[in-house]
């Protein structure tokens, strides 16, 4: 079988900083900090144009080997929004002189995905397997360092940021085990490998690559489940 789709988004974005009376004043030099210092910097270069319109399409091909197996082909684009706590420039330490803060500069990243999936079943018990490719513009990671001099201390300040393209390979393992009717195991692992590029910080261009693993117990009684 086959399947297409798209979504369509329209975003119309502005984001101000607007302090309000929440941060102190340069005026108030006993108490005036770091803090407050960074904040009215936002507020300085407030309002923050981030508007985009974007077609997000699906396709889907479904293959059945026989009742028990089957593969499936699958490509789509999404969409991952910065969060609220990486817009937000709010100033946190995240050590004495290590401040990590939201950046409302950070605009969405935009992923295509392409997955080819294998599964398998018999009765209630399951297996799949899946290899997938990621492609990804604009990843978000608080990488965005620079050196901040106040009252004669300096301090890294971090930030959200847009960093350039991201190519991922991944292979995800999956078997859905009932070894008693009342008890259902769930095991599974993923590995992946990553390329950063496209980013004019030296540090942010490379490989990365890792795994994990994972086991799951449930017990379903009459009363309810463990």
């Known amino acids: 079988g086959f399947g297409l789709g798209a979504r369509i988004e329209y975003a119309d974005v502005l984001l101000s900083v607007d302090l309000d009376g929440d941060y102190k004043s340069i005026d108030d030099q006993g108490n005036y900090d770091i803090f407050d210092y960074l904040m009215h910097l936002a507020e300085d270069n407030s309002d923050y144009p981030n508007s985009y319109f974007k077609v997000y399409p699906t396709f889907n091909m479904n293959y059945n080997i026989n009742e ?46 392409i997955e080819l999936q294998y599964t398998k079943t018999k009765g209630r018990n399951s297996f799949s397997s899946s290899f997938y490719y990621n492609y990804t513009i604009d990843k978000i990671q608080y990488w965005d360092r620079d050196i901040v001099t106040f009252d004669e201390t300096d301090y890294t300040v971090m930030r959200s940021a847009n960093f350039g393209i991201t190519k991922g390979l991944g292979l995800d393992i999956k078997a859905t085990i009932w070894p008693l009717p009342f008890w259902l195991v769930i095991v599974g692992t993923n590995a992946w490998s990553s390329i950063f590029e496209g980013s004019d910080e030296s540090d942010l261009v490379g490989n990365s690559w890792g795994s994990y693993s994972f086991l799951s117990n449930r017990m379903f009684l009459p009363f309810g489940s463990l």
């Not at 197996?69 to 937000?88: A, D, E, F, M, T």
């Not at 946190?92 to 803060?101: F, G, P, V």
């Open 68 to 113: 028990n197996q089957s593969i499936k082909l699958g490509y789509s684009k999404r969409v991952n929004r910065p969060s609220l706590r990486q817009l937000k420039p709010i100033a946190r330490n995240l050590s004495t002189a290590l401040i990590r803060m939201g950046d409302a500069n950070t605009k969405p990243e935009f992923i295509d995905k």
